[in-house]
């Protein structure tokens, strides 16, 4: 008798096991660690300016970077975005520092993702939707142009060696690419750089000029304020400004890595994972942070890195690097790192939204909403300011393109005792307001049927409309019947109508 004979297992090759994490592949897993390790020596120097910004001590702003990032890691929404201290929070907290101290600012912190947590909470996500393209284009433009403003100073009355170092930097980033991707052209510029100015003892600018490095792990503690009533209404508005500042900004971070990568992200896990990593940031003494656009470029668009654990490294290899090889990263000269955010910049504008040929082609209005976001952008350093701007303007102007969308016709019988008008479009505020205008009050039969078959009522605007042509022909003594609405028209117009004296 036969035995069967024993199945035979084939495994097919790049094909995963199921349930195996995508970053245990060596080929991703190289580019996250390679990735992340870039990522922590682009943050050291702006983690240290945003300190000074702040009012705080370096060692603070590099803090807040390693918590932001490890724990956002952890608890986001969006894979490979990179998040830490930022200008834009920086901005909105210094003022409390200057004015009340560090115990203060900590307790803003953490209260500020409380806030973000609520909000998270409250579905404040779902307003993206809200936001149109051109605002998107808008907000990264003008990333790309406040990170390029950022690097101007770095080469401004400084050696002349600062120059020669920093093209030599932009063409390894152009030129080593075509050689092999194994290895991040950005971590090839910074640690060639560092070799050849210490070697030839070249004196330029390095990091270790930015302020000191950190030489131990942050402890946790409360913050140093009295727990009063009184301390509440004095950090709450700054951070509720600081939570809404920071969401906006990582919400539209990643919306764009979400463009880039062709994946979707949860928007609400990320609103909640940024209170969350604020609030454990606040208590280790940080200054917290939110989403930083050019650092993630470099993650996503140059490294090519695509999961949760670049992140996490990017923060760990900060603290590493800081704490094991202060020294070291002390002597990367700063032209290495300007070159790497140069190129940062140059890879995140848009080039094709500003092409002659994109321009004659696109509706005026777009380009306004565009320019306009950039220029509030760039004038304030402030994003939230850019993208309200932005969407207000373009909702002004949408609502000014569908207020000529209404129509009105009318056709009268042959008999000419009753006269029908067709309204079609949308009623809105602004449609609306024209619409009395349209009706022959005094030509008109006794008997005048007005069909919105063909239209919608949105708001009590419309109602009021409504009833002003009702009273109009009434007052002739003419009789109006309204057909043709819809569900939601009919209820809303059975809730509204006669009600709505100053419609009248």
């Not at 043709?484 to 004296?501: Q, V």
């Amino acid at each position: 008798m036969s035995s069967s004979p024993a199945p035979i297992s084939v495994r097919l090759p790049g094909l995963r096991r199921p349930g195996r994490p995508a970053w245990l592949s060596p080929k991703v897993l190289r580019t996250e660690v390679l990735g992340g390790l870039v990522v922590a020596l682009a943050l050291i120097p702006e983690a240290i300016s945003f300190s000074v910004i702040a009012g705080v001590d370096p060692a603070i702003g590099l803090f807040s970077s390693f918590t932001m990032a490890v724990v956002i890691s952890v608890v986001g929404g969006r894979p490979a975005m990179i998040s830490a201290a930022t200008g834009a929070v920086a901005l909105v907290i210094a003022p409390l520092n200057r004015e009340y101290g560090l115990g203060y600012l900590i307790a803003a912190v953490i209260l500020g993702g409380v806030f973000q947590i609520v909000l998270g909470a409250l579905g404040v996500a779902k307003l993206m939707r809200f936001i149109p393209r051109s605002v998107m284009v808008g907000f990264v433009n003008s990333l790309a142009i406040l990170v390029f403003m950022a690097q101007v100073p770095e080469v401004r009355n400084v050696p002349w060696a600062v120059y020669p170092l920093l093209a030599c930097g932009l063409a390894l980033m152009v030129f080593f690419p075509k050689v092999t991707k194994v290895v991040p052209a950005p971590l090839v510029a910074i640690v060639i750089l560092t070799a050849i100015t210490i070697a030839a003892g070249i004196a330029v600018p390095t990091v270790g000029d930015k302020g000191a490095l950190p030489s131990s792990l942050p402890v946790p503690g409360l913050p140093d304020v009295p727990f009063t009533l009184d301390t509440l209404a004095l950090v709450a508005p700054y951070a509720l400004a600081m939570a809404v500042v920071g969401l906006m900004e990582s919400l539209m971070t990643a919306k764009l890595v979400d463009e880039i990568t062709g994946t979707r992200s949860s928007k609400t896990r990320e609103s909640v994972g940024q209170g969350v990593a604020n609030i454990v940031t606040g208590f280790f003494g940080g200054m917290g942070g939110c989403a930083m656009i050019g650092q993630t470029m470099i993650n996503v668009k140059v490294s090519g890195a695509r999961t949760r654990l670049s992140t996490f490294l990017a923060g760990v290899f900060l603290m590493v690097l800081c704490i094991a090889f202060g020294p070291l990263v002390s002597d990367i000269p700063m032209a290495a790192l300007v070159a790497v955010m140069v190129m940062v910049c140059f890879a995140t504008f848009d080039w094709h939204s500003v092409a002659p040929k994109t321009l004659r082609r696109m509706p005026a209005g777009e380009i306004t909403v565009m320019v306009l976001t950039v220029a509030c952008v760039v004038a304030t350093h402030n994003l939230a300011v850019g993208v309200v701007a932005g969407s207000v303007t373009a909702m002004v102007i949408f609502a000014k393109r569908v207020a000529h969308l209404a129509d009105v016709t009318a056709v009268t019988d042959p008999e000419g005792g009753t006269v029908v008008y067709s309204v079609t479009g949308e009623l809105f505020f602004a449609s609306s307001n024209d619409l009395v205008g349209r009706f022959d009050y005094a030509g008109d039969p006794d008997e005048v049927v007005i069909d919105l078959s063909g239209a919608h009522v949105w708001d009590a605007s419309s109602v009021a409309a409504l009833d002003a042509i009702e009273d109009r022909y009434r007052r002739r003594g003419k009789n109006v019947e309204i057909t043709g609405l819809n569900e939601h028209s009919a209820r809303l117009y059975g809730k509204l109508s006669g009600e709505l004296a100053a419609g009248h």
